[in-house]
């Protein structure tokens, strides 16, 4: 069935195993996010102004981004853009997150923001 553990979950995200592998039994990330979200396509540089090596995030918008323009989407307000830290945010790097940024990434939310 396709709900099966160790089934692909439905748009492309992480399966159940994958998920399960992600967190060890603390509960706690096996692997940095930020070197998750480093292999994604695009997020080796800021999705607005190509900086090289963002560390904070738009959670909302599925983008990295750099310090300068995490400042700039704080300003824009929270039904906006929710930015959170890479690094120092931790609860707010939960596998589903980071399961959509895996889906997403800066290449294709530019792609399609620009469109």
């Not at 994958?18 to 994604?40: H, K």
């Not at 102004?49 to 904070?56: F, I, Q």
């Not at 929270?78 to 290449?107: M, Q």
Request: hydrophobic share 35%.
């Amino acid at each position: 069935s396709p709900s099966a553990q160790g089934e692909e979950r439905k748009g492309g995200g992480v399966s159940q195993d994958e998920m399960d592998d992600w967190l060890n039994n603390d509960g706690e990330a096996d692997e940095d996010v930020s070197e998750v979200l480093e292999r994604i396509a695009g997020n080796a540089a800021c999705a607005d102004c190509g900086a090289v090596n963002p560390d904070w995030a738009s959670l909302n918008l599925g983008m990295l981004i750099c310090q300068e323009c995490a400042g700039i989407h704080r300003g824009l307000g929270t039904h906006v853009s929710k930015v959170r830290s890479v690094l120092l945010d931790s609860d707010s790097w939960t596998p589903t997150v980071v399961s959509l940024f895996e889906s997403l990434g800066n290449e294709y939310m530019n792609s399609v923001l620009m469109s």
